[in-house]
């Protein structure tokens, strides 16, 4: 997965040198609005919608405890010009898997997150399985979107912003080939045998790389399995295996100083602050840490 360093002012204003060992490939940023103002929760109300405004459905299968849907949705379906174009082109609905078992059966949802258009009539449209990014997402939806008076000028509003990040298509890759696996819909206790999704923590600290790690060179740490990308990476870990372990146990620190609430962090979306592993839940939770490390940072 392409890697980029967080905004170099903010680094400057927080004074030490940020890296993010997480995935800004996303061009727009997210925005602090919730989807829930363009995302409706009701099907049933989405289809009778799309009847009478003649527009797709856009739907989005998702569950509570699927670590891509979280993104899929904090960073994709959040962006503003994606929830522009579903505002404004598509009837757009947001559906809990374990609560909808019997939409997950009509539509074949095998895993999660899945996302579809539907055509007035019901017929499925485009599918895409698992995380998808923002740019390449809103392209799809911009060659989806059904031809009006409006559509050009969306769609210049669209390549008129800051430049996109080439993807590859609809399979949830980006541009430098990494993918956010979907989970089992199936079988949501087998979705993930690695902890920190199967990052590589060594390779993360120093080599500053993301990547995945193999069935193949794994350990046991704190009562979880993490997973390493060589023999090398395993060995530096089993050496010193505290140094890599990220800052609260790899979960967002940002989000259970606000909230109380132990949010898992993610590494794509991380920190290297002071030779540790910071993980944040989303791209805000990272940038509120970056403006103010030393508040969240206090008293560890």
């Known amino acids: 997965m392409e890697r980029y360093c967080v905004d170099a ?12 060992v997480g995935a800004l490939l996303w061009s727009a940023p997210v925005t602090a609005q919730s989807p829930g103002g363009v995302w409706g929760s009701d099907y049933e109300a989405a289809v009778q919608q799309a009847k009478s405004s003649q527009r797709p459905i856009l739907v989005s299968v998702t569950a509570t405890w699927c670590g891509p849907c979280q993104q899929l949705k904090q960073l994709t379906l959040n962006d503003r ?8 082109k598509f009837v757009a609905v947001s559906i809990d898997g374990d609560r909808r078992s019997d939409l997950v059966s009509k539509f074949g949802v095998t895993a999660y997150p899945t996302t579809f258009v539907l055509n007035v009539d019901g017929t499925v449209k485009q599918r895409w399985v698992g995380f998808q990014s923002a740019s390449s997402f809103r392209r799809e939806l911009e060659r989806l979107a059904p031809e009006s008076p409006e559509s050009s000028t969306l769609l210049a509003a669209s390549h008129g912003t800051q430049g996109t990040v080439g993807g590859k298509g609809s399979q949830g890759q980006d541009a430098a080939g990494d993918q956010l696996l979907p989970v089992s819909a199936i079988f949501p206790a087998n979705s993930s045998p690695f902890e920190f999704g199967g990052f590589c923590l060594v390779s993360l600290l120093d080599d500053n790389k993301l990547r995945r790690g193999t069935d193949v060179y ?22 010193n295996p505290d140094r890599y372990w990220p800052v609260a146990n790899g979960n967002c620190l940002v989000t259970s ?15 290297l602050w002071k030779n540790r592993l910071w993980f944040f839940a989303n ?4 940038r ?9 940072a206090n008293g560890l």
Do not use: M, W
């Open 9 to 20: 002012a903010a680094s400057c204003r927080a004074g030490f040198l940020a890296c993010c």
């Open 81 to 88: 010009e994606i929830l522009q174009i579903a505002q404004q």
């Open 218 to 239: 794994y350990a046991e740490h704190k009562g979880v399995r993490v997973s390493f990308f060589s023999a090398e990476h395993r060995a530096k870990f089993a050496a």
């Open 257 to 271: 100083r606000e909230t109380q609430e132990n949010l898992p962090g993610d590494p794509r979306v991380g920190v």
């Open 283 to 286: 791209r805000d939770r990272q």
């Open 288 to 296: 509120q840490f970056i403006e103010s490390p030393q508040r969240f």
